[in-house]
């Protein structure tokens, strides 16, 4: 290789986040250019609004990714908070039926903890498993409700979908949760273990870390995070469905991914998830706009996801 | 009696360069080894060894500069290349499949059989069956299965990178007749070692590489190795000679011991150990592979259950069921490979703070500055080398294992456990840890210093137990620890047992 | 003797497991017989073919996630190719339809070993791609299928010259299983190729190091893993007549089964055997669930609770054989 790629790369492996913003201008360029107007503050407010939940999924990928795990059950985590947040709103009112939406999604993630932590399960396997067994659960759970209905409290209808000053009410949320995740990742004890263990989890225990702790908070907080994302997603959606938020699951591990997080641990940040997840919308928005088959879409978003790695790999040199 | 040299040695490597990037691994390098003769490879960490071996054997492609074996420019892309040209390594690691038997392992190389089964048996290695799952051999045999492998690809250029270090004395012993004899036979042998013992027994001349260039070419006879060491750290470096006359803390008495072990048994090898490890006392251990050490370490770093037998820590009986309750207690672990201690891909920085971070009540938000100061304390004391902070992987091996002691250091052990601490690294990184753990000592730590290095009990320790089969056969004070006490002890001829007989 | 069962203990325990739970069927339902057999091994059949292909990626250290979207497109391609064409036509298309398979196979490999992107990402990407494809090819359930194809499947098995009391009550379609993965299975494990899968999955410096070409391996195993996939597809177009061009629920099942087919996800240890056993223990128990008229959905769950119990089996186990 020539000296190019080498400056490069070092630029990339110090501020990995420039080359994505860099691709997210492009694609806002390439939209505005196919269809001019189209990028003005309606449509940034709008994009942003269904950026979030992606990004707060991708929230849940980023920090098991980060322990060289995943968590495929937060797609279900999330429409399982949803789906019984909305049907227990007539029997407990909002306050009670979102703490007791939330207590599926934690005994979820203490599963995915024990499996991962105790009984050494790949996190792949072990999160899908409990996604399957949740997703049992909530159609036996939909018989035994369905006389009752549901209801989408308006506050988080509010929260979905309205603005504010032209920007989106969702942004309430996500901005306090963002700096949260970003700060918390770096500059605390237990984001700097999530390095550690996607690094090496031998060397972890020898300095003294109990990995079964870590793993057992990380998912569990996964599967909070991934509930209040579903919580605000159904205030988006409005429709609380079996499958609300499983179409979200894998472009939330392609968000990750795309922002620069290791799928085998030890790399990566929240702030690349963020970009990711907005690239993937503002993608989402242009193969739309060009109208392109079903089919033909899918084959576009899997060609970028593995393009978009393939060149991030080759620039950062790491796998 | 040196054999004249050749008019065409048989590998002939001329100014060999390789760039990663910005950064130059190998400028000039040269080496030229002849039929019959052994060169040894030298070099410090980081002056571009394993670049030109990997270059050698096939693993990575050179800038510039030009290879020769049988006097012809060879392809060597790739390992089998490398293997066609008559150039066969054995690499510092075992390169066996685990999971496949040892017969699926000789297919897969295409290695005759009855060859291999020739060579295991004149290594020592007679009744290997070849149905033998990899994964069930132990370390030592597996560097034999290694090597057997490779003489009985009958290469022109054998190239042995290290591959003593995890062996015994006798199969060392062993493997460096056996490579002896396959040069007298006329092949050409490229030995790779930090043993000087190994060097001057086997090698007829050593090359020496430094900062990418080869800068010496010497014929091996009494006295050698000051000017290699000279060579190999460069004009103006300190000479790292023999170890100036020390002295030594005197074996307290009285005192309560800081770590008191009593019949310890775990596993198969550790059957009954005990000893006491006083305060500011470097205690070594020696021990031949697999005669329980690891497992006494293991035990006492918390990362293992004991079957039976009693530790004490300051008087107290403690038992461990994590590294995190012996790092509770105060005792701090320093594995022998640097891969298991170390968060290759995080900073240096991490990987220092990573004990100060890992029980939950300081999961919380980090003191940044108050990290920083702790940090570049540890990093300051050991002078490990700053230019590749932002990954552990970048550093040289010796920085590498500076990290993992200094991580303790920034912590505050009261009691290091040391399990060869200086494998692998050079003559000068290995002095800057022996003043380490002396100045630690000094302040009030106590140390077990296990070594395979016999020459280290003198230079790092005040007294040293031997093991063997799994218990205690001798105590030494380092004063008289001479290697050939040292050996026959750890041979389990002690006079105890000779007086027995 | 007792090293073969050392060796292959946990593919014994399945099969034994396998068994018990057959006679356990018999139990709940004293009429089960060929008929019963025959719907588990169609059942089985898309499975069986599914988790073959992951297990052949897993055993050379890798996962191919797209399995399930490969099966859809070469279900929907030879159900759009065969939708009017003759019965002989038909042969051509299933040769077809499995080079296709290969095809897909090598390029997931290919793309894997070219960009040095992680498999899980690659695999990830082209389960997209893959079930992109399938939707532009046939955009609902629909197409043909070859008359003598669908019989390939259908009922027990009856050879000329053999009593048939002696093979009837084996179904076609566990034979169809057997044959394919005798026929593409065995001579690749035999032969150096299924050496160099083992060592690329057990140590990948190790085997490249012994001369092993590390890309090259990769690719053939993705690339059978794409042929097996297409043999599942085909089997979804056989059993059902037309073509499904949305993936089903193939990969939890496939990574299922493979784990407790004893197939290390690290790569480099197990067999072909165990996780086809596997395969049709799991159906067989979602089988006996449904003759015992549990509700569906209780079903649902009874089967991802055994699945997750298992891979914890699994796991512990793994890692106490690590912990010696």
């Not at chain 1, 109990?210 to 991934?226: E, P």
């Not at chain 2, 490398?82 to 190389?109: F, H, T």
């Not at chain 2, 200094?406 to 052990?413: D, E, F, P, Q, T």
């Not at chain 3, 599914?50 to 250290?61: D, P, Q, W």
Request: aromatic share 6%.
């Amino acid at each position: 290789m020539s000296k190019e790629p080498s400056r490069l790369s070092r630029l990339m492996s110090d501020h990995p986040l420039i080359p994505l913003a860099a691709l997210l201008l492009v694609l806002i360029v390439a939209l505005e250019l196919l269809r001019p107007g189209i990028v003005n503050e309606r449509w940034i407010a709008n994009t942003i609004k269904f950026a979030i939940p992606l990004a707060m999924l991708a929230a849940c990928q980023t920090l098991t990714m980060l322990t060289g795990g995943i968590d495929l059950s937060a797609g279900v985590a999330a429409t399982v908070v949803a789906f019984v947040m909305a049907t227990q709103v007539p029997i407990l009112g909002v306050p009670g039926a979102i703490a007791a939406a939330l207590i599926p999604a934690i005994l979820m993630g203490l599963l995915n903890g024990f499996g991962i932590a105790i009984c050494r399960v790949h996190p792949l396997i072990m999160t899908l498993g409990t996604g399957l067994i949740a997703t049992g659960f909530l159609q036996v759970y939909q018989r035994f409700v369905i006389a009752s209905g549901s209801v989408v409290p308006d506050s988080l209808a509010w929260l979905g979908t309205g603005r504010t000053l032209g920007l989106p009410n969702s942004l309430l949320l996500f901005v306090p949760f963002a700096a949260l995740i970003l700060y918390g990742q770096r500059r605390t004890g237990f984001g700097r273990l999530l390095y550690a263990l996607g690094s090496n989890e031998a060397a972890a225990r020898l300095s003294g870390v109990r990995a079964w702790q870590v793993y057992f908070t990380l998912y569990a907080l996964s599967g909070v995070i991934a509930g209040i994302t579903g919580l605000l997603y159904v205030g988006l959606i409005k429709a609380p469905s079996l499958s609300l938020m499983n179409p979200v699951l894998l472009p939330s591990v392609a968000a990750a991914v795309v922002g620069g997080t290791s799928i085998f641990g030890g790399r990566g940040g929240y702030g690349g998830t963020i970009l990711g997840a907005l690239i993937l919308t503002v993608l989402g928005t242009l193969l739309t706009l060009v109208q392109i088959p079903e089919g033909a879409r899918g084959v576009f978003f899997g060609a970028i996801i593995l393009a978009v790695t393939a060149i991030y790999v080759r620039l950062t040199n790491q796998t | 009696m040196i054999p004249p040299l050749p008019k065409t040695p048989l590998l002939d490597a001329r100014g060999v360069s390789k760039r990663f990037g910005a950064v130059a691994a190998l400028k000039d390098a040269s080496l030229q080894v002849g039929k019959g003769e052994v060169v040894a490879l030298m070099g410090a960490n980081g002056a571009g060894k394993s670049t030109l071996v990997k270059i050698l054997t096939g693993a990575l492609g050179h800038d510039g500069g030009q290879i020769l074996i049988h006097g012809r420019a060879q392809p060597i892309g790739s390992p089998r290349a490398a293997r066609r040209a008559g150039l066969v390594p054995v690499y510092q690691e075992p390169s066996l499949i685990p999971d496949l038997d040892l017969a699926q392992n000789l297919a897969l190389g295409a290695t005759p059989v009855g060859a291999f089964r020739h060579w295991a048996a004149q290594l020592g290695l007679p009744d290997l069956t070849l149905d033998t799952m990899i994964n069930r051999l132990p370390l030592a045999s597996l560097r034999i299965v290694d090597l057997a492998r490779a003489l009985a690809a009958e290469p022109d250029v054998l190239l042995l990178d290290e591959m003593t270090a995890a062996l015994p004395a006798d199969l060392v012993h062993r493997v460096l007749s056996v490579v002896r004899a396959q040069a007298d036979a006329g092949r050409a042998v490229i030995y790779i070692s930090h043993r000087f013992t190994e060097i001057s027994a086997l090698c007829d001349r050593a090359t020496v590489l430094r900062d990418g260039v080869t800068v010496g070419d010497l014929p091996i006879k009494p006295g050698v190795e000051e000017r290699i060491v000279d060579l190999m750290l460069g004009e103006g470096a300190i000479s790292a000679s023999a170890s100036a006359a020390r002295t030594q803390t005197p074996a307290p008495t009285g005192a309560r011991p800081r770590l008191c072990v009593r019949a310890l048994a775990a596993g198969t090898k550790l059957t009954d150990v005990s000893f006491d490890l006083h305060a500011g006392e470097v205690l070594g251990v020696v021990a031949l592979e697999g005669q329980g050490q690891d497992e006494l370490f293991a035990v006492l770093a918390g990362a293992r259950k004991a079957l039976r037998g009693a530790v004490q820590v300051n008087g107290a009986a403690v038992q461990f069921a994590h590294p995190a309750d012996a790092i509770a207690m105060g005792l701090s672990f320093v594995p022998g490979e640097r891969a298991h201690a170390l968060l290759m891909q995080r900073s240096v920085r991490e990987n220092i703070a990573l004990p100060l971070i890992a029980a939950p009540r300081n999961w919380g938000p980090i003191n940044m500055a108050a990290e920083a100061v702790q940090v570049s304390a540890a990093i300051a004391r050991l002078q490990i080398d700053t230019r590749a902070m932002g990954e552990v992987q970048r550093l040289s091996g010796g920085n590498q294992q500076k990290v993992t002691i200094a991580r303790w250091v920034a912590k505050g052990a009261e009691t290091l456990l040391l399990l060869d601490p200086t494998r692998g690294i050079d003559v000068r990184t290995k002095r800057q840890i022996y003043d380490l753990v002396r100045d630690l000592a000094d302040q009030g730590a106590a140390v077990l210093y296990y070594t395979s290095e016999l020459a280290e009990i003198r230079m790092a320790c005040d007294r040293a137990i031997v093991i063997f089969g799994g218990r205690v056969v001798d105590k030494i004070e380092a004063a008289d620890a001479d290697d050939a006490r040292l050996m026959r002890a750890a041979y389990g001829l002690t006079e105890a047992e000779g007086a027995a007989r | 003797m007792s090293r073969f069962a050392q060796k292959n203990g946990w593919t014994l325990g399945l099969a034994a497991l396998f068994a018990g739970l057959l006679i356990a069927t018999k139990l709940i339902q004293p009429g089960f017989g060929l008929s019963g057999l025959d719907s588990l091994a169609r059942a089985a059949l898309p499975f069986a073919f599914a988790t073959a292909a992951m297990t052949v990626v897993v055993l050379a250290g890798g996962i191919d996630l797209s399995v399930a979207s490969m099966m859809a497109v070469a279900s929907v391609s030879g159900a759009r190719l065969m939708e009017g064409a003759s019965e002989a036509e038909a042969a051509g298309i299933v040769g077809l339809v499995l080079l296709v398979g290969l095809a897909m196979g090598a390029i997931n490999g290919a793309l894997i070993v070219l960009t040095r992107v992680p498999d899980i990402v690659v695999t990830l990407s082209m389960l997209f791609v893959w079930e992109g494809t399938a939707l532009l090819i046939l955009q609902g359930p629909e197409g043909g299928c070859a008359i003598w194809l669908r019989d390939l499947i259908l009922g027990g098995l009856s050879l000329p010259f053999v009593p048939g009391a002696l093979t009837e009550w084996l179904p076609k379609a566990a034979v169809l299983v057997a044959v394919v993965l005798a026929v593409v299975w065995v001579p690749v494990a035999r032969s150096k190729l299924g050496l160099s899968i083992y060592a690329v999955g057990s140590d990948p410096l190790a085997a490249f190091r012994s001369g092993v070409s590390l890309g090259r391996t990769r690719i053939a195993a993705y690339a059978i893993a794409g042929l097996l996939a297409a043999f599942g597809g085909l089997s979804l177009t056989m059993a059902t007549g037309i073509g499904a061009p949305i993936p089903g629920p193939y990969l939890m099942a496939a990574v299922a089964a493979v784990v407790l087919g004893g197939v290390a996800l690290t790569g480099g240890k197990g067999g072909l055997l165990g996780p086809i056993l596997a395969v049709f223990v799991l159906r067989l128990v979602r089988m006996d669930l449904t003759l015992l008229s549990v509700d569906p959905n209780v079903t649902t769950i009874i089967e991802g609770t055994i699945m997750v119990i298992v891979v914890m089996m699994g796991g512990l186990l793994a890692a106490r054989e690590r912990g010696r």
